[in-house]
């Protein structure tokens, strides 16, 4: 499977190994439980706000009001919301933006589901590179290992959603999902 296929291509290193056993390990223990996606996106953003402030980017939450519960796993969750907030302030960090800000976006979709965006000021996704960029090792960053987006989306893929990336019309790029409400319903 995967990992033979990744010797194979002399891609592979220790650190490589251990993200992967991490994801995989976690995809094995995946729970699904009724969440509040408010929560887990404003415990993301704690941990990322020591890096965005030091590196001078606004990391603003627009939380939406009666989003329903969602059923995730919201370690999983967070890691993909980890993943995509990064990859803004990498991406805002790496150019000499005049704005530089990333926003984390929540609200009710149409059909009931909770929808999360990350927003960001960077350069945004170069034409015609929209899906490439989801292929493990595709990277453009000098350590990075092009696994964020990756594991992202096979995070979200395991939800039943979809990880998708449009163009800020401001300039920059949006990254987002949406989660299908849990059964039984409720209002957070
Ligand atoms: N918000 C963004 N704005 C502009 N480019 C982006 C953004 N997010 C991702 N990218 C591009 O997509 C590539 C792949 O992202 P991905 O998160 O998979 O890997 P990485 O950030 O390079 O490395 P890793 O996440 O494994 O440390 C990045 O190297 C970058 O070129
Ligand atoms: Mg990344």
């Known amino acids: 499977m995967a990992l033979e296929h990744i010797a194979a291509q002399g891609k592979l290193s ?29 415990e993301a953003a704690d ?3 020591f890096e965005a402030r030091r590196k001078e980017i606004t990391l603003q939450l627009e939380l939406g009001n009666e989003l329903p519960t969602v059923r995730a796993d919201p370690i999983q969750i967070e890691q993909v919301l980890l993943n995509l907030v990064r990859n803004a302030i990498e991406a805002i960090d790496g150019t000499k933006c005049a704005r530089r ?10 059909d009931n589901r909770a929808e999360v965006s990350v927003q960001d000021t960077g350069p945004g996704i170069p034409e015609g590179e929209g ?45 987002r999902f949406m989660l299908p409400a849990a059964e039984g319903g409720g209002l957070q």
């Open 47 to 49: 941990l990322v706000s």
């Open 101 to 110: 800000e990333v926003v984390i976006r929540t609200r009710r979709s149409s």
């Open 131 to 175: 899906e490439t960029i989801f292929e493990p090792f595709v990277t453009t960053k000098p350590d990075g290992m092009g696994m964020g987006l990756s594991i992202s989306r096979s995070i979200i893929d395991t939800h039943d959603a979809e990880l998708e990336s449009v163009p800020n019309p401001e300039g920059g790029s949006i990254f």
């Open 14 to 42: 220790g650190e490589i190994i251990r993200r992967l056993r991490d994801f995989l390990r976690a995809g094995k223990t995946s729970r699904r439980v009724r969440a509040d996606l408010n929560s887990i996106v404003k």
